[in-house]
């Protein structure tokens, strides 16, 4: 059963510019979340989608926005790029949004420079 | 205050020891405990997943949950080079799917 794929893997931008990540969730997954990973403060929550409708959304600015398509797949989208935008941004899906058993797993991330 | 803490080490053992690896939240609706193994430039992995308070046990390694004391741990026995990783706990609510992490304790296991 294949994993929670993410891509690009690597990227580098200029301030300013914009980027959109993709990430495709395991198999049979309806919950996709997206968490930013940087050495100062760790994994934080940016948001989640579920059946194509975001149900929690994290402390971020309005730059960060995300969808999800009919198929589970999902995308995020950072606009203005600014250098504090530098960080591991990681996907993760589950079967479900909350509940008894549910668990999330991650993709391997997209590593994103701003420069 | 963070919800979660967790002493971001570095840790270093040599092999075979017993590894130990903590954190306190202070969010009492937190029910449901999970430890993620994170190697470098990799995703975080699902090590452990416990509900409420308790054991679980899983090959080498032991999670512990004390809700009480809002404090969980996780256990390495007969640690081994390919246990240097990132540890990452995490939590949620019974309700929701957001989950709560640690910024992660750095284990290194020398030969």
């Known amino acids: 059963k294949a994993g929670v794929t993410q891509t690009p893997r690597y990227l580098i931008k200029t301030r300013g510019q914009q980027v959109t990540l993709s990430c495709s969730p395991i198999?049979?997954?309806?919950?996709v979340s997206w968490y930013q990973q940087t050495p100062g403060q760790g994994l934080q929550f940016l948001f989640e989608y579920f059946s194509e409708t975001q149900r929690n959304k994290g402390n971020f600015p309005g730059r960060f926005s995300g969808r999800q398509f009919s198929n589970s797949r999902s995308e995020m989208n950072v606009s203005t790029l600014e250098l504090g935008d530098s960080a591991l941004y990681l996907c993760a899906s589950s079967w479900a949004t909350g509940g008894a058993g549910n668990t999330i797993y991650f993709g391997e991330g997209s590593w994103l420079t701003v420069v | 205050q963070k919800e979660v803490e967790q002493d971001p080490g570095p840790l270093s053992v040599p092999e075979g020891a017993i590894v130990s690896l903590n954190c306190t939240y202070s969010n009492s609706a937190f029910q449901y405990f999970m430890w993620y193994r994170q190697y470098s430039r990799k995703g975080p992995e699902l090590l452990m997943y416990?509900?409420?308070?308790g054991n679980k046990e899983d090959g080498r390694f032991t999670a512990q949950v004390d809700k009480s004391s809002k404090y969980i741990s996780l256990f390495i026995r007969d640690s081994q080079p390919s246990d240097s990783a990132t540890y990452l706990c995490a939590m949620r609510a019974n309700t929701g799917n957001q989950f709560y992490f640690g910024t992660g304790t750095s284990l290194t296991v020398i030969p």
């Open positions: 416990t509900y409420s308070s």
């Open positions: 198999s049979g997954h309806r919950s």
